[in-house]
């Protein structure tokens, strides 16, 4: 569609190459702050394969990310590197060397060709092969590599979250079935109508910080209830005693008849409404109801305190003692002051209640969840993380540990940094803390380094503990520590084009936000975000689509659809169709895209099916698979789900189906389901399946 053309050669282009090279300098640690698309894992590849280059043991070199698709793409793209080296001829080895290392191509001797040609295998032959790895893959490996040390059986499993998430619910079920109604009821409460299996999923989450708060309690209930009492603010009474002394002998009787009377005479609409509010009171049999019907007097319906005071300016003249007792406005009357009070208290009370039906629930599940775990030898994600970080910085044994693990690890490098948990965080400093205090520097000739990168605005597990502001702390920390330490500016985007990048800077400009959306106390470099593009002259655009309003329709839906359907007039069938016609539309257009081809050369082209990537928030919920279902529907092709439940994919139950009736001939809704499938594909009822 057009000719080629190359991004120019601009001071921000030279700069981002500089940042790059500075940051891929494998005898300075650094802290790389850097945008998407800016050559990240480009960088940390380049790092670890200069480590390589200069001598390095493959085994010395831990190369930690979050994610095991990350880790083996590093590792895909680290060996992709080196098979080239083996077999490239001598003069584009040379270019490829110089270039990356920013030396002249007749600076390298036939010698270190050899060793740069030979790095394939000896990567290949290291025992346990390159050390990239996720951090639960690394704290496994420490683990069994100290099992006594960590108080765990030499031969533990791993669990995943499948697996996990069946344990949890065992634990939660034991836990409700064996509690006591009423911690029961008051734990529902608390989940605002999800039940208690949602508070109680929370906690269980927090096992270990839920185990080591009631461990520092000594095991003592009254204990406990004091501390959770105190972090409310709440007094030492029962909320049902609260209520009974309020609305009981507290509550002036004589004041409210006396009120009632005045206000009935004054007439008013909102007079008389407050006088029938103070005459339901007095006549309530509870405690509770007479707070309903009082409430009233003080706050609106919606809840919130009420703008006026319940009676008129010459009601107020006529009765002064309205005014003394009920005065919202311009100060508050000893009767509203002592009501507001009321609530306050019974808030504190009720929270603290909940607190501790929720902690007693919460203990019982964490201990359960905990069993079904040892009856299995099995740690999930949370018990690596914890057991190897009490390993390195609580356990009698640490510094000795910490010693053996010296010995082998002289270049650390972490990525994807945003989305390190504190623990997580306390692990990187135990391991590193020799780097920096100079106590084993002698046990090593070259330097030792740490190379951290990372992009807080990308930090997507904050549900696993991830803290983006932790990220910022770490490298104002990292900052301020001895020997030279390195902070490349990578602010140059080589993906996306300067309209998106636009787009991206305004909706991240910290005075929208009153300080960085990523902490509370923002760094001074923190406060302005620019991008810069690569792709400089290629056009980008960014749309943003109204949120499909949910119409209020009978269901035209047939009878007999799948029960777990989505409607077709829901809001979110709605968009996947909107969604769908709308790709089809740009394709049918030929809408063009730009295209990098050899040697940087962009040119434009017809956008196809494959340049198209929609991302959701989860994959349950009905969206996912409602766009799958609506990009089929207008005939394009879509790769479908990238994750999927294998028992539950419908290919799978057929061949489940097939196995049981082989089982079990006699069950004939099996063989109907068979015979209704693709093994014998009989559709129609009548025609096929009935005959």
């Known amino acids: 569609m057009s000719d080629a053309v190359y991004p120019p050669d601009t001071p921000a282009y030279r700069a981002a190459g500089a940042a790059q090279a500075e940051a891929a300098d494998p005898a300075v640690s650094a802290w790389v702050a850097a945008n998407a698309g800016s050559g990240k894992t480009k960088v940390l590849i380049d790092r670890v394969a200069r480590l390589l280059l200069g001598g390095a043991p493959p085994d010395s070199i831990l190369c930690i990310t979050y994610t095991r698709a990350a880790a083996n793409e590093m590792v895909d793209r680290l060996f992709a590197r080196l098979g080239d080296w083996s077999v490239m001829d001598e003069a584009g080895l040379r270019e490829k060397l110089a270039q990356l ?46 099992p006594l040390e960590a108080g765990v059986s030499p031969g533990f499993a791993e669990i995943e979250e499948t697996e996990e998430a069946a344990l949890r619910k065992r634990a939660l079920d034991h836990a409700v079935l064996t509690a006591d109604p009423a911690d029961r009821d008051l734990v529902a409460l608390e989940a605002g109508g999800l039940g208690a299996d949602a508070p109680l999923m929370a906690l269980v989450r927090a096992g270990d910080r839920v185990t080591d ?27 049902t005693s609260i209520l009974e002394d309020a609305m009981g002998e507290e509550l002036p009787r004589n004041l409210l008849r006396e009120a009632a009377d005045a206000l009935a005479v004054a007439g008013g609409k909102s007079e008389v409404a407050a006088a029938d509010a103070l005459v339901a009171t007095l006549a309530a049999e509870t405690p509770q109801a007479r707070f309903d019907a009082y409430r009233p007097l003080w706050r609106t319906a919606a809840g919130t305190l009420r703008k006026s005071n319940p009676y008129n300016k010459k009601t107020g003249e006529a009765a002064p003692f309205l005014v003394d007792a009920f005065q919202i406005k311009e100060g508050e009357g000893t009767e509203i002051a002592r009501m507001l009070a009321v609530e306050r208290a019974l808030v504190a009370a009720r929270c603290a209640e909940r607190t501790l039906a929720l902690l007693r629930l919460g203990r019982v599940a964490v201990g359960r969840f905990a069993a079904l775990k040892t009856q299995r030898a099995a740690l999930d994600f949370d018990d690596l993380i914890a057991r190897v970080r009490a390993l390195l910085t609580e356990a009698e044994m640490a510094d000795w540990v910490r010693f053996k693990l010296d010995g082998g690890l002289t270049h650390l490098l972490l990525d994807e940094a945003q989305d390190t948990s504190p623990s997580q965080w306390e692990i990187v400093d135990a391991l590193t803390e020799e780097f920096f205090a100079g106590d084993g520097v002698e046990r090593s000739q070259d330097p030792r380094t740490l190379f951290v990168v990372g992009d807080e605005k990308q930090s997507i597990y904050a549900f696993q503990g991830a803290d983006p502001d932790g990220f910022l702390r770490g490298r104002q920390a990292f900052v301020l520590k001895p020997g030279e330490t390195r902070t490349p500016d990578m602010a140059m985007s080589f993906r996306s084009t300067a309209d998106v990048l636009g787009f991206v800077d305004e909706v991240f400009v910290t005075d929208a936000f009153d300080g960085h959306p990523f902490a509370m106390n923002p760094p001074p470099e923190a406060d302005a975000m620019r991008h810069d593009a690569r792709r400089a002259g290629q056009r980008g655009r960014v749309e943003l689509w109204p949120v499909q309003p949910k119409v209020d329709l009978a269901d035209a839906d047939p009878w007999d659809a799948p029960v777990d359907s989505l409607a077709a007039s829901s809001p979110k069938a709605a968009l996947a169709r909107t969604l769908a016609e709308g790709v089809r539309a740009m394709i049918d257009r030929g809408e063009a895209v730009w295209t990098e081809g050899v040697g940087g050369a962009w040119s434009r082209r017809p956008t196809t099916p494959g340049d198209v990537m929609i991302l959701v928030r989860g994959r349950t919920g009905g969206l996912f698979d409602a766009i799958i279902d609506a990009l089929k529907r207008v005939g394009l092709p879509v790769a479908g789900a990238d994750r999927l439940i294998l028992a539950d994919h ?42």
């Not at 060793?115 to 893959?137: M, N, S, Y």
């Not at 209830?225 to 029962?238: E, I, K």
């Open 650 to 691: 419908i290919g799978v139950q057929d061949c489940l189906n097939l196995m049981r009736f082989a089982l079990l001939p006699t069950d004939d809704l099996t063989l109907a389901e068979i015979l209704r499938g693709p093994f014998c594909d009989l559709v129609d009822d009548d025609i096929h399946l009935f005959p």
């Open 101 to 146: 290392e920013g030396r002249t191509a007749s600076d390298y001797s036939g010698d270190q060709l050899r060793r740069a040609r030979a790095l394939f295998a000896k990567a290949l032959e290291t025992p346990g092969g390159l050390r990239i790895e996720t951090i639960h893959a690394f704290c496994a490996r420490i683990l069994r590599r100290f």
């Open 213 to 239: 708060f009631l461990t520092r309690q000594g095991g003592d209930a009254e204990a406990v209830t004091a501390r959770v009492r105190a972090a409310v603010g709440a007094p030492d009474r029962s909320s």
